[in-house]
């Protein structure tokens, strides 16, 4: 049987085993459709079902989460760990709450982590979970005892060698804060190594916060290097307004690019002049506002509902908000207006199609797993700290970052160039993570 066959066959059956799964369906497609070089030099990763294996989670969890809100009222939520691959370490990856939330969502973030986390170079497997709780317009009181519930049932399959969540859309200090609350109470185990993203007044990291955002700027940095270019001076716009959005903006604007616009589910914020990312964190992380709001306070600032931001010219686009965010004729608006790069903050941002638009006008395109790792990877410096009660400087922790960072730039490239398709950081990134869970899982045997 031919490669391509072989990797045609196991799609078919990862959508027969997983129906009504899209974004899974598209995540295992996207990575094993790279993979035909890969087995044709290592057959013995076809021999050992090494993709099947992978297309499998070692185990899912999925549970009641009930919980009553400030009137009294009961809510019934749905909670999920997707525990992917431990190959090469504890299980790592966040959770999401948001109403959207289902077994598909979460598996095909869980899949991405795998390689992802591989990417990093740091000893942590691959897993996803979250909920389709959504904390927006709940009061702190409802968020704690939504969490409480939630890891209630969870905190059983849990530990600092066997799964350590941390945060995602919806998920951050606060969250992270009652979650390990609870996790404390139930196992009577100051075990702060169990959950990444904790606020560093209580044994989180510095620049954990920061880490995605930045690092996805890195990782950007890095591709335009590689083509004589920077960051400096470029016309810049970034999706969302999130955690991950936030720094994203911060470390763009630290390294002169110039940022006009962000976004939110309902609509864009346009800011010719520059974003007053002061503003942004003051609504969002401090008053817990929109960004539509914005406007109320920069007069020359357009808040657009329901608006595209990839609409707006700019050289440098980062999206920052949510899967599939960017399709073929917003991808198709970028590259005709001239933008140069983009690097992907958030978790599949692009559909299919939009990928190849990038690829065939020769846009510098930076995928998810390979442009956002700066999280986890970040996450696992954490886990260090907390394992030799240890606390790094501000200045430390962020080198390491942006070492990481390039780490992951170089690899992909060599693998890109290696494998004959030199700027492909797709092919890149998909090659170096399977190859290094591949190597492991042929050295552990069949478990
Ligand atoms: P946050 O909850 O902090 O922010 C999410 C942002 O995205 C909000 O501005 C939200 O707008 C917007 N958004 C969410 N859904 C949609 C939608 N359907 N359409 C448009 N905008 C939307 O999450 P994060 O910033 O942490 O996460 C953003 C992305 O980054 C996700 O894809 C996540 O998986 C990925 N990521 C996050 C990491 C982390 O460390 N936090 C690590 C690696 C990847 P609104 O408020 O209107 O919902």
Redesign the pocket.
Known sequence: MSNATRIERIYDQVVRRNPGEAEFHQAVKEVIETLGPVLARHPEYAEHKIIERICEPERQIIFRVPWHDDRGEVHIHRGFRVQFNSVLGPYKG?L?F?S?VYLGIIKF?GFEQIFKNALTGMPIGGAKGGSDFDP?GRSDGEVMRFCQSFMTELHRHLGEFTDVP?????V?AREVGYLFGQYKRMTNRYESGVLT?KSPHWGGSLVRRE??GYGTVHFVDEMLKARGESIEGKTCVV???????IYAIEKLQQLGGRVIAC????GVLHHERGIDLALVKRLKEVERR?IKDYALEHRDAQYIAGGSLWDIPCEIALP????N?LDESAARKLAGNGCKAIAE???M?TTPRGVRVFQQAGIAYGP?KAA?AG??ATSALEMQQNASRDTWTFEHTEQRLQEIMQGIHHHCHEAAAEFGDPGNYVLGANVVGFRRVAEAMLALGVI
Do not use: F, W
Request: hydrophobic share 20%; aromatic share 0%.
């Open positions: 966040g999401r948001h959207s973030l927006k941390a945060g995602d859309i919806g951050g993203g880490a995605t999706s969302g307004s999130g955690n991950v959005a976004s939110d589910s309902n929109r920052c908000a949510t899967q965010e903050g958030a978790n941002p998810g956002n999280g986890v």
